[in-house]
């Protein structure tokens, strides 16, 4: 059983979960970057870890192109910033506060900041904040081997 703010909600399985997300993001074309705030030290760990429990961690390579920290982005594009942590970024930068560490307030913020910073995060100079899924699976396998 699943809850939410201590009551229980319907779920699915993480294989179902998986297998949905991947048709989504099958739908979007070849050219997919994953996009999250630190997605480089825990996201991809998570996702990664996950779809190795469930037999699928080759799916990575034929649905996703890469992967952008956003956070890195950010430090980049706003080197004077003191603080980098996506609530910062949403009070500095958009001028306003929201739910934050609630997952559909966090991507919906995370959209909102991406889209009105117009940011080209291809061009060469953020390069730093993007990387390919075997970088993700280097630095996966890297921190598994610390623990």
Known sequence: MVFHQGKPVDSLSISK???DFFKF?????????????????FDCHVLINTLKCIGKSN???????GFLDTRLLFKINNPDLKSFSQINLIKTLLNCDYAAHDALQ????LKKIMESSKIDFTDAK???ATFT???AFHSF???ASCK
Do not use: C, W
């Not at 799916?59 to 192109?65: A, C």
């Not at 966090?106 to 913020?109: E, K, L, Q, S």
């Open 17 to 19: 979960v998986m297998e």
């Open 25 to 41: 993001i099958k739908g979007e074309g070849d050219d997919i970057y994953l996009g999250g705030h630190n997605i480089n030290t």
């Open 106 to 109: 966090d991507v919906t913020f």
């Open 133 to 135: 899924v075997p970088a």
């Open 141 to 143: 396998d890297q921190s």
């Open 126 to 128: 953020f390069s730093s």
């Open 59 to 65: 799916i990575l390579n034929t649905h996703i192109r």
